[in-house]
Each structure stands twice: as C-alpha cells, then as structure tokens.
C-alpha cells in the first residue's frame, strides 16, 4: 500500500492504541473493498463505511472474515450492534452522532468490551465532544482537498497541526492523503493515517 512506509514513522505526541493506517470503505469510491483490504500490511486497520448499501451486512461479514485472516483491526461506522456482530475491535461514530448524543448502549458496548473508539471530526469543537467522549481518537479532516468531498474546504497542514496539537486525544488524517501530501502534515501532531483511494501507484 502506499502510505503503509510513512504510517510508522508518525512519532505522534498522542499515540492512539489502534492502527496507524486505516483503508476506509466507501459506496462509491471504493464499492468493493476486499482487493483493496488484499494490499494492507498486516496491523493496519480497515473502515467499514457503506452506510446506505443494503448489502451492509453481508459485505460486513466478508470484509470481518477477510480481516482475521490478514491480522487487519476492524472498525465499524455508527452501528455497534454490527460491530458487535462482526466481532469488530471498535465502533467508529460519525461528527453527527456525536454533536446530538449517541445511545448509552453504543458507548456501553465499547466500555464493557474495551473497544476502540474513533470519532469523526471536522473541527475544534468536534474534537472537543470527541474528547468528552472519551474517544481514543479522532479521524480529522479534510486534511487536504479530496475526491470524497469536491469543493470542500480543506483544513491544510499548518491548521491541522495547530488543531491536533491543542486536542485533548490522539489525531488521525483524513481526506487527501497520499504519498505527496503526507509528507506536509506536521511532524509529531497525527497518530495515523486513513484513506479511501490511496492504495497503489
């Protein structure tokens, strides 16, 4: 995988206990995201998005069972009663779910099972909640301009930096990331790396 050299290299001031490199599914970017979980080094972890397709869980048991056998750590987007399902090593919850709250069962699942949990954020106060929640981390962006999100405002590295050196837990970039702009993240301020399309080349 292309990012998979820069991912150990990090030194973050906040490691996180998960992995330090996520594939993360996508409908329409990444429909198909078994050959993509092929090219992942054992220990990076994989996403599973897919929140509209109605196939969810039938993919969410190939892409589990494809993950033990390659050693990959498994996180599931917004639905613990899936994670559980799948024996997923954490739940992760959209910027949405945590501004208006999520369900106590959801945080229980994680507690009592000592789960990772990754919270999405796009901004201080999003990093904040994510904090308060007492996340392991959360997934920051967009980092750089991204296909996921055309036209979006990318935060860009020098805010990236101030953002995840002021956070009260460890960050992870998303969005724009590759083998370029990895590189023009700041030193020391992200515990990992997540994308969608950066898998070859």
């Known amino acids: 995988m292309t990012l998979a050299p820069a991912a150990p290299s990090l030194n973050a001031v906040r490691p ?17 995201p078994l050959a ?9 972890g994989v996403l599973l998005r897919h929140y509209q397709s109605p ?9 589990a069972a494809l993950a033990r056998r390659r050693r990959l750590t498994l996180l599931v987007a917004g639905d613990w009663r899936l994670a559980a399902r799948l024996g997923a090593s954490g739940l992760h919850l959209p910027e949405g779910l945590a501004r208006h709250g999520v369900l106590a069962p959801a945080l229980g699942w994680v507690r009592r099972r000592h789960r990772l949990l990754l919270v999405a954020c796009h901004s ?14 959360a997934l920051l962006s967009p980092a750089f301009p991204t296909a996921s999100h055309i036209g979006a405002a990318a935060i860009g590295p020098l805010r990236f930096g101030l953002w995840a050196r002021r956070a009260r837990l460890p960050v992870l970039a998303l969005g724009g990331i ?18 969608i399309g950066a898998l070859s080349g």
């Open 178 to 195: 590759n083998r370029r702009t990895v590189a023009r993240l700041p030193k020391g301020a992200v515990a990992g790396l997540a994308a």
């Open 36 to 44: 993509a979980m092929g090219l992942l080094p054992p220990g990076a």
């Open 55 to 63: 196939q969810r869980p039938t993919l969410g048991l190939a892409v």
């Open 124 to 137: 201080p106060a999003a990093l904040g909640r994510a904090a308060r929640l007492r996340a392991d981390a």
């Open 16 to 32: 996180w206990r998960g992995p330090a490199l996520i594939l993360v599914t996508d409908e329409t970017r990444l429909r198909d």
